[in-house]
């Protein structure tokens, strides 16, 4: 089994090593950690911080990084933790804020594109050498959502198949198949041919222990699955299999004041909520898009035109 390197980090065998990945033609760099056990196996790879306000996937990635014991690793796991670290200090939801952009929209990226283009493309060069994709994510700073695991099912239909399995295991009940929101991990990957899950726990821009536990457990039980961790992934629960998921975006700047809460369920066309001016005149009431379950919402007063109000599942 050969040394692993990435960037200037080399990682021989049975060991663990930490480093960074710079963005060419920027100041960004991106933490990591990786694990390269004992003997050949799958490279996956872990990312937590795509945006910078989703803290417990943060965490989750930082831990599994240090916790995973390098002899008891088949293959090599790295952990990119925050991926976004511009937005993790300027406290920044959704975007990026060198370009306004929102990093989870831009893969795979330019190499000689804007910031967050360039972040994006530099994640995909690791993603690319990898078996099998994790990318953590929860609620952001003014987000409140029930877990979800996603994944695309616009893919061969043999890493449609991979994917649906690392979804099942992971332990969060509501999976979703999806024709992927553009230019996000799970749906770049899909097109690389790269097995991929994006999970949602936590919510509202805290950071929980029962959110990080879920993140936690959820990426030990993949790696049991794939085989890089010896023994069988641990039991879940049923999963709830979710074939749509519908947003509602805000058409106007204003004050948003939602109608129905978290994980009501909703039938199309039903009232979810109006958008206000600053005198509390209703500039437009909004509806939901397909009956559902709501498993995102966004609970700020303040609204710009073009940002989420909430997102609904189906069956």
């Not at 939801?93 to 493309?121: C, I």
């Not at 050498?129 to 987000?143: C, K, P």
């Not at 790696?223 to 509602?248: I, M, S």
């Not at 039903?270 to 209703?282: E, H, L, M, S, T």
Request: proline share 6%; glycine share 12%.
């Amino acid at each position: 089994m050969r040394e692993f390197h990435l960037g200037e980090t080399h990682a021989p065998t049975c060991s663990r090593a930490f480093g960074y990945l710079d963005v060419p033609g920027t100041a960004v760099r991106m933490p990591f950690t990786v694990v390269r056990g004992v003997e050949d196996g799958p490279l996956v790879l872990v990312t937590g911080g795509v945006h910078g306000g989703e803290y417990p996937g943060i965490e989750a990635a930082m831990r599994l990084g240090r916790q995973l014991e390098p002899e008891l690793v088949r293959g090599t796991v790295v952990t990119v933790h925050p991926v976004s670290l511009p937005a993790f200090h300027a406290r920044q939801q959704y975007v990026v804020p060198h370009d306004g952009k929102n990093l989870n929209r831009q893969f795979p990226g330019k190499a000689r594109g804007t910031v967050s283009e360039r972040m994006a493309w530099t994640l995909m060069e690791v993603a690319r050498r990898a078996n099998a994709w994790v990318d953590l994510h929860g609620g952001d700073i003014h987000e409140a959502l029930v877990p979800f695991t996603i994944y695309s099912d616009v893919a061969d239909q043999e890493v449609v198949a991979a994917s649906r399995s690392m979804a099942d295991v992971y332990g969060i009940e509501n999976v979703i198949a999806s024709a992927s929101v553009k230019g996000g991990t799970y749906s770049a990957a899909a097109a690389e041919g790269i097995s991929c899950i994006l999970a949602e726990a936590g919510q509202v821009g805290r950071l929980d222990e029962e959110s990080v536990a879920v993140h936690l457990h959820g990426c030990r039980n993949v790696l049991r699955h794939l085989g890089c961790l010896p023994g069988e992934p641990d039991a879940v629960g049923p999963v709830r299999a979710l074939r749509r998921f519908e947003w509602r975006f805000a058409g106007e700047d204003g004050c948003w004041y939602p109608s129905v809460r978290l994980a009501d369920e909703v039938e199309e066309g039903q009232p979810v909520g109006v958008v206000r001016d600053y005198f509390g005149n209703i500039l437009r009431e909004y509806h939901a898009p397909t009956a559902g379950i709501v498993l995102f919402l966004v609970t700020s007063l303040a609204m710009n035109e073009g940002d989420p109000l909430l997102a609904v599942g189906a069956e």
